[in-house]
């Protein structure tokens, strides 16, 4: 009998279990080119507060956090130029591999222990994207008493070459809340539209 006052309360209060757990998507356009789904409670942030966080000289397109301010979304873009010293020097959609592990070296350099849970090249509505989706360490080892912050973050980024400009999509969160975080986060990126500019 009390197996069945079990089911019949977890049939209940499953549905606000799993409600609760997963936010509402808004539709968000970010500008002409771009939209995708957002959770609600998801405001811009503003320029100041982004360069006193991040420090950046360049603004993002976009910066997006969550009400705790401990998650985030951003889109920024980057002139579009290889190594090569030719005129021609635009990466093309076919070079994404090649992009690929140079961002993956990249982030591998900017942090002291990385997990890649994703490392591929997908076809997303009609466009091509790198996909890196990592859990990254970094330790304040710098710090000379030895008590130096440790900081692990789950990330995932994906990338994509349109003309001159080499879009990043990139969403984080603090490595404790991962496991809440990240199905959100590939609803986000599964939504990615993104057109000609």
Known sequence: MSARIFLLTLSIFLPFLAQAQSPKMVKTKVNDYISLLLPSDFALMPAEEYARRFGAYRPPLAMYQNQDG?????????????????????????????????????IAAMHTEVNFL??????LNKRDYIVLEFVGLV???????????????????????????????????????????????????????????
């Open 70 to 106: 401990n998650v985030h979304f951003g889109i920024n873009q980057s002139q579009n130029r290889s190594l090569r010293a030719y005129a021609e020097a635009d990466f093309k959609a076919e070079d994404l591999e090649m992009l690929k592990g140079m961002y993956k070296a990249s």
């Open 139 to 197: 330790k304040d080892e710098d710090n000379a008493f030895g008590s130096g912050k440790v900081l692990r973050q789950y990330s995932y980024l994906m990338y994509t070459v349109e003309k001159d400009q080499v879009l990043v999509f990139n969403f984080t969160c603090p490595q404790l809340i991962q496991q809440k975080w990240a199905p959100v986060a590939q609803q986000i990126m599964q939504s990615l539209k993104v057109g000609l500019f």
């Open 118 to 123: 994703q490392d591929k090249v997908i076809n």
